[in-house]
């Protein structure tokens, strides 16, 4: 990972402590300063993680970032707003750390930054998803049922059907993802909700 230039690195310019108990006003304002320029570039990071999934096809039809620029595709041309078709972009880049819970990856990245209902869609994408291919693997693709109370319950069954289990076809014409990346720079520019915000502020 590419770090920004106006990190410091000489030790005059770190904090002193040893342990955080003995940290100072100075130390932390050391920290915060490198803390701002580091959040910065959040966006940057992401788009390249999501480049990990370039190539990787996993013996689907589709290699995984063509999946994700499709269903992002898809969501943006049926009218959905940014926070959404970001949403629908970064909904799979767990599938690098995450083999056994890849949505929960996606959604711990994107919750400072979109609706509790966008979080929640992300979040349970995976049970969801499901319907149309559990019962292929011998498992129950009603899995989604479990959810049946939800207020999400809707919104994220129709997530599924229209742009993830629909963005598949090789043929399909998705935009790429410079087309993708302003989209991601402003729904990331700020956290609408972070335990940080009021550091954020000053
Ligand atoms: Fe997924
Ligand atoms: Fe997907």
Known sequence: MNKPENLTHSIEERAKFREMKEGTQEDWAIIGAEYMAFAKDLPDRVLEHLRLLDGDFGGFPVCRLEHSLQTATRAHRDGRDEQYVVMALLHDIGDTLGSYNHPEVAAAIIKPFV???????????????????????????????KFAESPHYAACAEFCE?????????????????????????????????????????
């Open 162 to 202: 229209k742009y993830d289990q629909a963005a598949f076809d090789p043929d399909y014409e998705s935009e790429p993802l410079e087309f993708f990346e302003p989209m991601v720079r402003r729904v990331m520019a700020k956290p609408l909700a972070s335990m940080y915000a009021k550091a954020l502020e000053e």
């Open 115 to 145: 609706t509790e209902e966008i979080h929640w869609i992300c979040q349970n994408h995976g049970a969801f998803q499901g319907y149309y291919y559990f019962h292929h693997l011998g498992m129950d693709r009603n899995i989604r049922d």
